[in-house]
């Protein structure tokens, strides 16, 4: 059965491709629906027309003069780049009868390869932004299997792309749950994850989000951070804060000034103790030195290059003082911290711990600081096993502990284990002679921490400097000094007695009652006149013990431990 010329133009309709044919005299015979819709030209107008009227810059009568194909040539024909093959048509004997052309639309090719470029271009970007971050990154697709690293993650983990892409989301895991699967599982993003990954098990930190695009998942993406570095960070740190601990104990026996006697004896017996491993009570009145001497002998002693920790027993609360000084296991107590804590004994291990302020340690304490320094090991709060330690003990007191002993507020066997080196510091007003050596000493430190250039001190200031009484010790004179180089012009360079400051005993009783009275016209209710009063009264108090606490204490007739509670709500601390 042969095809009927209207099924043959049937068939031509149905294809997708433009199709033109011309006969040897160049006529349009053929020009399918394709054809039409692609040259914008209807059908009817053009069949029997010559092809170069109908297209002027058509190649097809070209073609057909010089019988021979073109083929793939591309060109734009109103806004629409197509592709055309053309080809002679002969007959059954070779003669040329015609020629043809067949042209598809590739607009949409050409704008996706377009797009295709750009993606690409837009891929490179991604990759070079991700290449070029410190992070290592690591993205899986919606199947958990890996899409992308970047070289920062081969840096982590030692696992390169060939390992880990294509591969499941487990491949680089040490230690831990996969991250991207569960972000996959549950859609939701994780962070702050802490795992191990790559053959050498990297102690690392994962952030994991989902990846999504038009809502729909196409995987996770996850960020790791090396935390190895942040534990170098810490162990720095800690090594740092060690070091301060060490500077701390920062004077040695030079810095304790003095060519008195009662000075030089002091000296001498601790320079023997530091060479002992035997525990020393200091004992003194406030501001006498007696933190100096603890420093010093710690300073010399075999432990100089191990830790010097200073614990001021009057500013502990008895109810914390056990826990503080042999520390706590996790759970011991309401508001204890997770992991527990150490205690100052712990913490001392090695080295060297100053219990200033002794006789403010209740007596409950006393009993298990006595059992410590008989054992040589603590019980930290809720815990049933001692751990050994070995660490040297200084006491410090300013208080009569034979008088507490006897008033059973000290215990007796205590007082033997801490008193086995006693050495006594002499109240400044015993040593008078050193006033000078001192003064020139505190002025020294005062020039190189204010930057300061006092030279002298005048003969009348230390004549006036020596009639005084001293009830703050050596601290008050420190205090004195210093105010006076406050009132020096930066030009003066001698300290005369213009500059000292008043150093007559004042009544804080006096003062206190006036600025009373003072205070009632003031429009202040009975608590703020009483808050008032009370911080002008330990101002004052501070003053004339030249910031003693413990003489301060002493002059109100008041523990030392309420002392710091009354600073404390008054804001003085
Ligand atoms: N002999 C001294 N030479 C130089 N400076 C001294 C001397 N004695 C005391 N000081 C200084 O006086 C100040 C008070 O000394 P320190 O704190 O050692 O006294 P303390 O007896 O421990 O006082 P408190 O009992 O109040 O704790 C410090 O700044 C210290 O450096």
């Not at 133009?9 to 692609?38: K, P």
């Not at 992308?148 to 230690?175: C, F, S």
């Not at 006595?370 to 603590?378: A, G, N, T």
């Not at 006491?395 to 008088?403: G, K, P, Q």
Request: glycine letters at 6%; one cysteine or more.
């Amino acid at each position: 059965m042969s095809i009927t010329s209207k099924g043959f133009s049937v068939i031509l309709d149905s294809i997708h491709e433009g199709i033109i044919a011309i006969n040897g005299d160049g006529l349009i015979t053929v020009f399918n629906r394709a054809a039409e819709r692609i040259m914008k030209l209807p059908t009817a107008k053009v069949m029997g027309q010559p092809i170069a009227q109908v297209i002027p810059n058509t190649r097809l009568h070209l073609v057909l003069k010089k019988g021979q194909p073109e083929l793939n040539s591309q060109q734009k024909i109103h806004n629409t780049t197509i592709v055309t093959n053309r080809a002679p048509i002969r007959d059954e004997v070779g003669d040329l009868i015609g020629a043809a052309a067949v042209f598809r639309d590739i607009s949409e090719i050409v704008i996706l390869a377009e797009e295709i470029t750009k993606l690409k271009e837009t891929q490179a970007l991604l990759k070079a932004i991700i290449n070029s971050t410190h992070d290592a990154i690591s993205v899986v697709d919606e199947n958990g299997l890996g899409l992308m690293i970047n070289p920062a993650y081969t840096r982590l983990t030692g696992l390169t792309e060939e390992a880990v892409l294509d591969k499941p989301a487990t491949v680089d895991i040490a230690e831990g749950e996969s991250m991207h699967l569960q972000v996959l599982r549950t859609g939701r993003p994780v962070t702050g994850v802490p795992m191990k990954v790559g053959p050498s098990k990297r102690e690392v930190i994962v952030n994991c989000a989902p990846l999504k695009v038009q809502n729909k998942s196409k995987g996770s993406v996850g960020v790791i951070h090396d935390v190895s570095e942040i534990h170098r960070l810490s162990e720095e740190l800690e090594h740092a804060k060690q070091l301060i601990r060490h500077l701390e104990a920062k004077y040695t026996f030079q810095d304790i000034t003095g060519k008195s006697t009662a000075v030089r004896q002091a000296v001498e017996l601790a320079k023997r103790a530091s060479a002992t491993p035997a525990t020393v009570l200091l004992r003194g009145e406030s501001g006498t030195g007696k933190e100096l001497f603890a420093h010093a002998i710690h300073h010399s002693s075999q432990r100089a290059r191990e830790k010097f920790v200073r614990v001021n027993c009057a500013a502990i609360p008895d109810s914390l003082m056990e826990s503080e000084l042999f520390g706590y296991v996790a759970g011991a107590f309401t508001g204890a911290l997770r992991g527990g804590k150490q205690g100052f004994f712990q913490e001392g291990h090695g080295g060297t711990l100053f219990l200033d302020e002794v006789a403010e340690i209740g007596l409950h304490v006393q009993a298990k600081l006595l059992r410590v320094l008989q054992e040589k090991e603590v019980l930290p709060v809720g815990s049933t096993t001692p751990t050994p330690i070995n660490v040297r003990i200084i006491t410090a007191t300013n208080a009569n502990l034979e008088e507490l002993i006897h008033a059973g507020k000290f215990r007796e066997d205590l007082y033997y284990r801490l008193n086995v080196i006693p050495i006594r510091i002499p109240a400044l007003r015993r040593r008078k002679e050193d006033i000078p050596y001192l003064s020139k000493r505190i002025i020294e430190k005062y020039n190189q921490e204010y930057g300061r250039n006092v030279a002298s001190i005048s003969r009348q200031v230390i004549s006036r400097l020596q009639e005084h009484h001293w009830p703050g010790n050596v601290r008050e004179l420190e205090n004195v000094l210093g105010r006076a180089i406050i009132n020096m012009k930066l030009s003066d360079t001698e300290i005369t007695l213009a500059h000292l400051p008043q150093l007559e005993h004042q009544s804080p009783n006096n003062r206190a009652q006036a600025s009373t009275v003072a205070g009632l016209d003031s429009g202040k209710d009975y608590n703020q006149l009483k808050y008032h009063w009370e911080k002008e009264l330990f101002q004052q108090v501070l003053q004339q013990s030249g910031g003693s606490k413990t003489q301060a204490a002493r002059l109100l007739n008041i523990s030392v431990r309420t002392l710091y509670n009354k600073l404390k709500n008054l804001d003085l601390d």
